[in-house]
């Protein structure tokens, strides 16, 4: 967690910020929240008092969803500001929206923006922690985070992650997803590395790199397949999806080849038929849903460690 340039509270903005020793202090503190999550009323009163308010810029469904519900299970106050109904429209500018939602009073931003950076000028105007959920294709620090506790949790590896080989597949170029998870993976001392074709890697891949998925497939332990970012491509960047699902793509044939132990994980949403085109309710490590469960405590893992300031995880609190 990084002190803001303001002085204010701490905030979560990047993987690279959060250290190798802060990515593990998550996991443990996972692990506690996911006991919570296990009881049959999932609730403690550890937030009571502070109010997280989401701001996303951008559309949504598992990160925003899943971060109202961690902080609703620590009992926090919870504000949700819907971009399309607010007064961006009538040209109010991000720094006025953030410094009036903060006059409201707000311990927590979670931010999702479409621009790289911007949760970084967020936390420069405010002096609430700002948790990055999200910013272009830079960086997604808390998918990063459960994807680390997702593959910890499923092959036993609380000691970290050595000697454990992980393929990224996929338009990484564009991922902030990849740049998230694969530091988080290599915080916890995994081997990763990325495969892709030459024109969806960046300039500088911050892992090694290959473009021959069937040569590493039987080396993994983990098989993380990216989504397609049609969205973010403004050039043919692959010749066809058919190309690249033939390529890149998980195939009946790969699946087939995949030893059961193996980890198949995708940070959704999914591009069924082009970089996954099994079903994957059919693969014994299909990890999709799991992803998505896990969330729930790595988030709230993230909330207690930004504002919990000592508050324990007792029970029974409404
Ligand atoms: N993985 C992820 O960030 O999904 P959403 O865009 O639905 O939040």
Same mark, same amino acid.
């Given at each position: 967690?990084?002190?803001?340039?303001?002085?204010?509270?701490?905030?979560?903005?990047?993987?690279?910020?959060?250290?190798?020793?802060?990515?593990?202090?998550?996991?443990?503190?996972?692990?506690?929240?996911?006991?919570?999550?296990?009881?049959?009323?999932?609730?403690?009163?550890?937030?009571?008092?502070?109010?997280?308010?989401?701001?996303?810029?951008?559309?949504?469904?598992?990160?925003?969803?899943?971060?109202?519900?961690?902080?609703?299970?620590?009992?926090?106050?919870?504000?949700?500001?819907?971009?399309?109904?607010?007064?961006?429209?009538?040209?109010?500018?991000?720094?006025?929206?953030?410094?009036?939602?903060?006059?409201?009073?707000?311990?927590?931003?979670?931010?999702?923006?479409?621009?790289?950076?911007?949760?970084?000028?967020?936390?420069?105007?405010?002096?609430?922690?700002?948790?990055?959920?999200?910013?272009?294709?830079?960086?997604?620090?808390?998918?990063?985070?459960? +994807?680390?506790?997702?593959? *910890?949790? =499923?092959?036993?590896? @609380? %000691?970290? !992650?050595?000697?454990?080989?992980?393929?990224? #597949?996929? +338009?990484?170029?564009?991922? *902030?997803? =990849?740049?998230?998870? @694969? %530091?988080? !993976?290599?915080?916890?001392?995994?081997?990763? #590395?990325?495969?892709?074709?030459?024109?969806?890697?960046?300039?500088?891949?911050?892992?090694?790199?290959?473009?021959?998925?069937?040569?590493?497939?039987?080396?993994?332990?983990?098989?993380?397949?990216?989504?397609?970012?049609?969205?973010?491509?403004?050039?043919?960047?692959?010749?066809?999806?058919?190309?690249?699902?033939?390529?890149?793509?998980?195939?009946?044939?790969?699946?087939?080849?995949?030893?059961?132990?193996?980890?198949?994980?995708?940070?959704?949403?999914?591009?069924?038929?082009?970089?996954?085109?099994?079903?994957?309710?059919?693969?014994?490590?299909?990890?999709?849903?799991?992803?998505?469960?896990?969330?729930?405590?790595?988030?709230?893992?993230?909330?207690?460690?930004?504002?919990?300031?000592?508050?324990?995880?007792?029970?029974?609190?409404?």
């Amino acid at each position: 967690m990084t002190p803001t340039p303001s002085g204010g509270s701490a905030s979560l903005l990047s993987i690279d910020e959060l250290g190798a020793d802060g990515v593990a202090r998550i996991m443990d503190l996972a692990d506690h929240m996911a006991e919570v999550n296990r009881r049959p009323n999932p609730k403690v009163p550890a937030l009571r008092g502070k109010t997280v308010c989401n701001v996303f810029f951008e559309d949504s469904t598992r990160t925003r969803l899943s971060f109202e519900t961690a902080a609703k299970r620590l009992s926090a106050d919870t504000m949700t500001f819907a971009a399309s109904q607010s007064s961006l429209n009538k040209g109010e500018s991000l720094r006025d929206t953030i410094e009036t939602i903060g006059a409201m009073g707000v311990d927590a931003f979670v931010v999702r923006h479409g621009s790289s950076g911007a949760p970084w000028m967020i936390d420069g105007w405010t002096t609430a922690s700002v948790v990055n959920a999200g910013d272009g294709w830079h960086a997604h620090p808390t998918q990063g985070l459960l +994807d680390a506790y997702t593959v *910890r949790t =499923a092959l036993g590896r @609380a %000691a970290g !992650f050595d000697g454990v080989r992980i393929g990224i #597949v996929g +338009d990484v170029k564009h991922s *902030r997803v =990849a740049r998230s998870t @694969a %530091a988080a !993976f290599a915080a916890l001392g995994a081997d990763v #590395v990325f495969v892709a074709p030459r024109t969806l890697l960046p300039p500088v891949p911050s892992m090694p790199t290959t473009e021959d998925l069937d040569g590493v497939l039987d080396d993994l332990d983990v098989l993380y397949l990216l989504r397609m970012q049609r969205e973010r491509m403004t050039e043919a960047l692959v010749p066809s999806l058919r190309e690249y699902t033939a390529r890149f793509g998980l195939t009946p044939e790969r699946a087939a080849r995949l030893a059961d132990h193996v980890l198949v994980m995708h940070p959704g949403p999914m591009n069924r038929g082009v970089e996954i085109a099994v079903d994957p309710s059919e693969l014994p490590g299909a990890m999709i849903t799991k992803q998505v469960a896990n969330g729930i405590a790595v988030r709230m893992a993230v909330l207690f460690d930004i504002l919990g300031g000592g508050a324990s995880l007792e029970k029974g609190a409404r």
